[in-house]
Antibody
Framework: QLQLQESGPGLVKPSETLSLGCTVSGGAISGSSFYWGWIRQPPGKALEYIGAIYESGSAYYNPSLKSRVTISVDTSKNQFFLKLNSVTAADTAVYYC???????????????WGQGILVTVSS | QSVLTQPPSVSGAPGQRVTISCTGSSSNIGAGYDVHWYQQLSGTAPKLLICGNSNRPSGVPDRFSGSKSGTSASLAITGLQAEDEADYYCQSYDTSLSAYVFGAGTTVTVL
């Protein structure tokens, strides 16, 4: 059974870089032909797509965050990563990692999801 | 503001049928992109409920059903149960935004 687990600091200072990792177990990223994505949810608010990456390293970002986001992958460790720079209080959210389905572009859904990690931006 | 519009809340008595709408536009649902639905129980991660407009993943009760028409989609819950109290989100792809998009979510309350 595929499982995803987010990790990283729960507190980040304003203007600094938020860095999170997602460890995949029960299946390999390499050779999977799946995209692997990040989604966030500010407290009491809706879900927001951040971006996704293929095993080859090709990444796609939500244009609303593109200037500040980098998603990378390390297939040897079966992990992928999120970096969000110049954070503000508005970036406080639960961050989820998830696998995207193997459907055609624009038709993909997210399943399964990690349990999520709360990241608070505060000095 | 979400590009997919959902009602903030719906409610029903146990055993009743409730529906949640998800209204989009010609750049997302109306462009032919699929709609997917997620259930988020309090304090937990979203769980896939319906994929590809109307398909239930293994393990999802047949009380849940999805449909899509034009620029809108709907999630129906029949035989409402107390355990169905949760937030429900629709998701699709928007070609103008070049991004996957979510609705603002609908809270289902079992009276």
């Amino acid at each position: 059974q595929l499982q995803l687990q987010e990790s990283g600091p729960g507190l980040v200072k304003p203007s600094e870089t938020l860095s999170l990792g997602c460890t995949v177990s029960g299946g390999a990223i390499s050779g999977s032909s799946f995209y692997w994505g990040w989604i966030r949810q500010p407290p009491g608010k809706a879900l927001e797509y951040i971006g996704a990456i293929y095993e080859s390293g090709s990444a796609y970002y939500n244009p609303s965050l593109k200037s500040r986001v980098t998603i990378s992958v390390d297939t040897s460790k079966n992990q992928f990563f999120l970096k969000l720079n110049s954070v503000t209080a508005a970036d406080t959210a639960v961050y989820y990692c998830a696998r995207l389905s193997a459907s055609g572009s624009g038709r993909r859904w997210f399943d399964p999801w990690g349990q999520g990690i709360l990241v608070t931006v505060s000095s | 503001q979400s590009v997919l519009t959902q009602p903030p809340s719906v409610s029903g008595a146990p055993g009743q049928r409730v529906t949640i709408s998800c209204t989009g536009s010609s750049s997302n649902i109306g462009a032919g992109y699929d709609v997917h639905w997620y259930q988020q129980l309090s304090g937990t991660a979203p769980k896939l409920l319906i994929c590809g407009n109307s398909n239930r993943p293994s393990g999802v009760p047949d009380r849940f059903s999805g449909s899509k028409s034009g620029t809108s989609a709907s999630l129906a819950i029949t035989g409402l149960q107390a355990e169905d109290e949760a937030d429900y989100y629709c998701q699709s792809y928007d070609t103008s935004l070049s991004a996957y998009v979510f609705g603002a979510g609908t809270t289902v309350t079992v009276l």
